[in-house]
Nanobody
């Protein structure tokens, strides 16, 4: 199984970026896709999750209304559209796949980062 995240970069405050995460080696439609981030000196935190069918999504309060998670099951790819980026969004962003069907902090994946598969991370830097 391999998850490849890409699309990070250096942007200015207020700009937008779209991250992509392409999966291989698994049945993509059997997995909830998630995004996490880890800022320098901080613990990894949940950002967003999308259900297998893309019918439901769940967001951390810190990104709600600014970030949108989506997926294209025909391309085995999940996306994170990030609008209105702020310096506090600076972090390495990771995608993860998990069999959970629970899109809430009741899920050990979303709450404790205990997810089945992880991508390698892509760095997003937002300058002020």
């Amino acid at each position: 199984v391999q998850l490849q995240a890409f699309g990070g970069g250096l942007v200015q405050a207020g700009d937008s970026l779209r991250l992509s995460c392409t999966a291989s080696g698994l049945t993509f439609t059997m997995y909830t896709m998630t995004w996490f981030r880890q800022a320098p000196g901080k613990e990894r935190e949940f950002v967003a999750a999308i259900s297998r069918s893309a019918g439901s999504a769940f967001y951390a309060d810190s990104v709600k209304g600014r970030f949108t998670i989506s997926r294209d099951n025909t391309k085995n790819t999940a996306y994170l559209q990030m609008n209105g980026l702020q310096p506090e969004d600076t972090a390495v962003y990771y995608c993860a796949a998990d069999r959970t069907t629970v899109l809430s902090y009741s899920s050990s994946c979303l709450r404790r980062s205990i997810c089945s598969y992880w991508g390698q991370g892509t760095l997003v830097t937002v300058s002020s």
